[in-house]
């Protein structure tokens, strides 16, 4: 599990939740299911009506990549790629034919039997770049459904608080009444500005950086398949995608080597 987003979303609640207390209010004033209905129908069926139903389960789906720590490495991507080059160079590019069973990365895969089938390398990278594109794209349509949902979040619930202050002027022979009905129509405005700032945006933040990672990934998987193809030296590949590496990632693997 990525640590950072779970303690972020327990720090986060936490402090809420202890300042509330801290200035004596209990969680029975926060917890209004009328308000949560508001606003969290209300949110979900703007975004519904903004994107198409796919594009939102699928964003929903990969809020397991927020929580969950990426498992792919890049500096064993490098070595893989490596040795595919260390290979080509003894035995030629179609000696890699047998490792193709052996890839899981589907990205990974289509150049290199695209290699050993005798692709010129640069009809290669146009028929890669157009795949790249239309998978980025995609995918950067997963988080703007967590970015629109905190933009609409806060506005339903101000209008959740209105309704609430509506049906609260409709007893203001009873001041009592009036008392409590307005606290509880604030409870709509809580939800909406909390859900959008606690969860939503950051959702969109996180999985944005993820997309970032993995696009970056796939890049150098097809700079190393071209480089490949192209006959260059194993170490002058090697230097060449560690360029890809951040700055922490690149120091381990020079102590490594």
């Not at 069926?45 to 139903?53: M, N, R, T």
């Not at 290979?87 to 695209?114: C, E, H, W, Y």
């Amino acid at each position: 599990m990525d640590k950072a987003s779970i303690g972020g979303v327990f720090l986060a609640v936490a402090g809420i939740i202890a300042g509330l207390l801290i200035e004596g209010g209990n969680l029975g004033q926060i917890l209004q299911p009328t308000a949560a209905l508001i606003v969290f129908g209300g949110t979900l069926g703007a975004v519904l009506l903004q994107f198409p139903l796919t594009t939102v389960v699928a964003a929903f789906r990969s809020l397991a990549h927020v929580f969950a720590a990426p498992r792919k490495q890049n500096d064993q991507l490098i070595r893989l790629l490596v040795s595919f080059a260390n290979k080509a160079r003894r035995n030629g590019v179609v000696s890699l034919d047998a490792d193709l069973q052996t890839i899981q990365d589907p990205f990974l895969k289509q150049p290199l039997m695209l290699a050993v089938d005798g692709t010129e390398p640069s009809e290669l990278r146009k028929i890669m770049r157009v795949s790249l594109d239309s998978t980025m794209e995609r995918e950067e349509r997963l988080p703007m459904v967590f970015e629109s949902a905190g933009g609409f979040s806060p506005t339903i619930g101000i209008l959740g608080a209105v309704l609430g202050l509506i049906q609260v002027m409709q007893h203001l022979d009873n001041m009592q009444e009036v008392g409590r009905g307005i606290a509880v129509a604030f409870v709509a405005t809580i939800y909406g500005v909390g859900i959008a700032n606690l969860f939503f945006l950051p959702f969109a933040g996180k999985m944005r950086i993820r997309i970032h990672d993995e696009h970056q990934r796939r890049e150098m998987m097809l700079e190393g398949v071209i480089s490949i193809l192209e006959g260059m030296n194993p170490r002058m590949l090697e230097v060449k995608l560690a360029g890809f590496l951040d700055d922490s990632n690149r120091e381990k693997k020079e102590r490594a080597a």
